[in-house]
């Protein structure tokens, strides 16, 4: 077993009053309550996240990758409570093995009306991990921070033809974009990780729907 390390404390401690991006301020009310589950391991490369990808063909964020969550349901005693719930069906995660060490401001997700408790965890005894959630999971993964702060794997993702666009990376055969990008992104800033990279650097042009990416032209 791994006790909470020192820099994952103090990240919380920083992300717990970061800035929220305008795009992802939570209106005045309204908006389904949700909670996210941002887990923190130790894996042979170092530290890494806890990553799943959708299914292809849901409703609602089709084949993209997150972070294991979703809606706060009445039973939940709290959104930490949620977020654990919902990582154990998805992935088959044992909560007795996860340390919860801070939650993030409330963020918005515009296209599916979200309002998302992002909760920072430590994996202080891992465990296997895969899809059990399978109408829903397509594949989990730990990707290490070393890989996601790599310059060369960093894009950015305009979304349609206007002038949104945010942070991508591609890693472990994924691009990872959205909400779980920019959450990544002020991670890797917040935790000391980022490295330079050209920002200037665009995908394919993509347009945002509640499905996930689809392609423009």
Do not use: K
Request: proline residues 11%.
């Amino acid at each position: 077993m791994n006790p909470t390390p020192l820099w994952l404390a103090s990240l919380a401690d920083a992300a717990a009053t970061m800035t929220v991006p305008d795009l992802m301020r939570p209106p005045g009310r309204g908006g389904r309550e949700s909670a996210v589950l941002i887990l923190f391991g130790e894996g042979p490369q170092g530290p890494d996240l806890l990553l799943i990808q959708r299914n292809d063909g849901l409703r609602r964020h089709s084949g993209q990758p997150a972070f294991p969550g979703g809606r706060i349901e009445p039973t939940d005693a709290s959104p930490e409570a949620a977020a654990l719930r919902e990582a154990e069906e998805e992935t088959g995660l044992v909560p007795a093995g996860v340390d919860l060490v801070g939650r993030m401001p409330e963020l918005y997700l515009r296209f599916s009306d979200f309002r998302v408790a992002p909760i920072l965890g430590w994996w202080r005894d891992p465990c296997e991990v895969r899809p059990t959630d399978t109408g829903e999971v397509a594949a989990v993964s730990r990707v290490p921070i070393a890989d996601l702060a790599e310059p060369d794997n960093r894009v950015m993702v305009r979304y349609g033809s206007g002038p949104g666009w945010g942070p991508g990376f591609r890693v472990n055969g994924m691009l990872v974009w959205g909400f779980t990008g920019t959450v990544v992104d002020r991670l890797l800033a917040l935790g000391g990780w980022e490295l330079p990279w050209h920002r200037e650097g665009l995908t394919d042009v993509f347009e945002a729907t509640p499905q996930g990416l689809r392609p423009v032209g």
